[in-house]
């Protein structure tokens, strides 16, 4: 088959490869009809993540049918339409039982790491993937969903939801600033309302992605590159301390560090951006402000739920693709999806 390798820092290709097999009774192999491209990949292809071996088949997303299964699945079968989860669970371990699995403890790729797929084994951006723990791994489409709505559950939507939105502790009524209006910025921007924020302000420095995240869910734009732009965000706010939550979608230091300058005392920073350097915080002026700030790695426990909202078409996921292409049109793909300030793209989707 067909898939996109890393090969380096810098380096991938559109390559043949071996037909991914059956390895354990609770893997399936999944065809691969839609999948795209996300931000973590460019993080990849920069070497921000060293655990990825060369050689290793990138991607996470993604929506196929399922050609064959091991004889421990239960749950799905051949010529079923599937989301494929970022996150692996293996649903029995103590991480798993909790919920939280980002980390769950099963031995594949690594113990304790449930984001694998184009990380830890191959994965996505190719003809067929080897999906394990396919009972508690895939999600079955129900119809009238499409696979450009459906591929945006795979990572985006519950990551944006469950991190930004749930971790970052939006209430009923709060003001909330996004750094970034990205795939991932705009994800929390469109899940936001799930939580009645009253005001949702975006911060760029694209006018651009201002301007689209006013079809999201942002009430309000601000570009990050004007003076006083930070007065302008308090201003918004009914009594100028700063916004209740702000959320970081960039993953650079210094969107971070923006974050924890916009907010209230006893406001909420919710870190959702890749970060590939370490980042340094003014904690002499955060704990006295009650600052709270928190991280984490999706762990897709929300995908139920989100995808009733997409079929219902509260969520219209598929907003988020701007660009199309087939498989084999891969690097093109990762051209414009790379060059993104210029291309003005969102989600690239590549399907069969």
């Given at each position: ?16 490869v ?5 390895q ?58 599937v ?17 939280l699995?980002a ?43 499409s ?15 469950e991190?930004?939105?749930?971790n ?17 910025g705009?994800?929390?921007?469109m ?32 570009n ?34 923006f ?19 370490p ?68 989600k ?5």
């Amino acid at each position: 088959m067909k898939a996109l390798t890393y090969q380096g820092p810098g380096q991938k290709n559109w390559e043949d490869v071996p037909d991914p097999t059956i390895q354990h009774p609770t893997d399936v192999i999944v065809r691969i009809d839609t999948t795209t491209i996300c931000g973590t990949d460019l993080h990849i292809l920069k070497g921000d993540v060293p655990a990825v071996a060369e050689g290793r088949i990138l991607g996470h997303e993604g929506v196929g049918t399922v050609t064959e299964v091991g004889t421990a699945v239960t749950t799905v079968a051949v010529g079923d339409r599937v989301i494929i989860s970022c996150i692996s669970a293996c649903g029995r371990c103590s991480y798993c039982r909790a919920g939280l699995y980002a980390h769950c403890l099963a031995d594949e790729g690594e113990s304790g790491i449930g984001w694998i797929f184009g990380h830890l084994i191959d994965g996505t951006q190719a003809e067929y993937v080897r999906v394990p723990f396919a009972d508690t791994s895939l999600h079955k489409l129900p119809d009238g969903v499409s696979d450009e709505a459906a591929v945006m559950l795979s990572d985006i939507l519950p990551t944006g939801f469950e991190i930004g939105v749930r971790n970052g502790g939006t209430k009923p009524g709060d003001v909330v600033a996004v750094v970034g209006s990205g795939p991932i910025g705009l994800a929390v921007m469109m899940t936001l309302g799930l939580y009645g924020a009253s005001r949702v302000i975006a911060i760029d420095l694209d006018d651009n992605r201002i301007e689209q995240a006013l079809a999201f869910g942002a009430t309000d734009g601000v570009n990050s590159g004007t003076d006083g732009w930070q007065d302008e965000v308090r201003r918004m706010t009914a009594d100028g301390l700063g916004v209740d939550v702000a959320v970081e979608a960039v993953g650079v230091p210094a969107t971070l560090q923006f974050c924890t300058e916009l907010i209230r005392p006893g406001g909420h920073v919710a870190n959702v951006g890749v970060h590939g350097h370490p980042v340094e915080l003014a904690m002499q002026d955060l704990w006295i402000k009650d600052v709270t700030i928190t991280t984490g790695l999706v762990s897709t426990s929300t995908t139920p739920m989100l995808l009733k909202l997409v079929a219902s078409r509260k969520i219209p996921a598929e907003r988020f693709a701007t660009h199309r292409f087939t498989l084999d049109q891969m690097l093109d793909a990762y051209d414009t999806f790379g060059r993104a300030a210029e291309t003005k793209a969102l989600k690239v989707v590549l399907s069969r």
